[in-house]
């Protein structure tokens, strides 16, 4: 049986609970958690918020992550003030009650179900019966879902291996897995050094949305440096998407993984941030709900309880 304790556990979230951190009005500092990828890399390495907050006196520092889960405590426990992650990851944390808001969105691509490059396996349907590495909780878990059930079978029917994506990517090598389920630029590292091939992609899933996400009592503080930040990844964005070999050389440097990788990835990656619509907020109710109807996450959630508002 899933309880919340199963489901704050699953996050990291359990303890983390017992020590939350008051909201703090008037930041001079602003921490905010990233993933080695993303507006919110290109921001932090081309000092684009320190820039724009210098004359406030409000500093900028950086905390990084592997992926969604843990950043999700981080915001949750008031260790960060903003972070990002894909669609999941807070579908689990708002399951487990963590206090976050979402504050804007992006589009989601680059992450699919990968085969070796010799696997006999040729459709996502092939799956039934076989191991798949998937970083639980991850945006690649969503999709994971998805892909297996519109290919006709259950999530039931895989043996998932619940795996963060460097033991992901290792189980993957030696054949420990018949498939893994994983995003940019691990994907495309995947494609360029081991010859995998993809079985299926995001955007045979149907539109994926990414989140920049706030600690709820930190959104409710300081509602104007929230905004501020945001009007600056928006601005990111916008070069990012017209800079994309400056972005792939960004990438490259910044994760030490090789050039040819990163630029695979930024032909399937855009990075406009906007505000989280009615429609943005429908696409998550929806993995939400399946996330639920699978026993996933242990109680229904409503999404719309945690988009933010200015001043809210």
Known sequence: MITRRTALTGLGLASAALVVRPARADAKKIRIGLQKNGVFLIAKTRRALEERFAADGVTIEWLEFTFGPPLLEALNVGSIDIGTAGDAPPIFAQAARARFVYAATYPASGAAILVPKDSPLTSVAELKGKRIAIPKGSSAHNVSVQLIEKAGISFDDVTAAYLPPADGQAAFSRGAVDAWAVWDPFFAIAEQ???????????????????????????????????????????????????????????????????????RAQTRTGYAVRAVTPDVVATQQANADRFHRLGLIPTPVVVADAVWTSGA
């Open 193 to 263: 050094t081991l010859g995998a091939r993809v079985l299926a992609s995001s955007d045979d899933a149907g539109p994926q949305n990414g989140f920049t996400l706030a600690n709820r009592g930190f959104a409710t503080e300081n509602p104007e440096l929230l905004k501020a930040v945001i009007d600056e990844f928006v601005r990111v964005g916008v070069w990012a998407d017209a800079h994309k070999d400056e972005v792939a050389e960004l990438f490259a440097a910044a994760t030490k993984t090789p050039i040819e990788a990163q630029r």
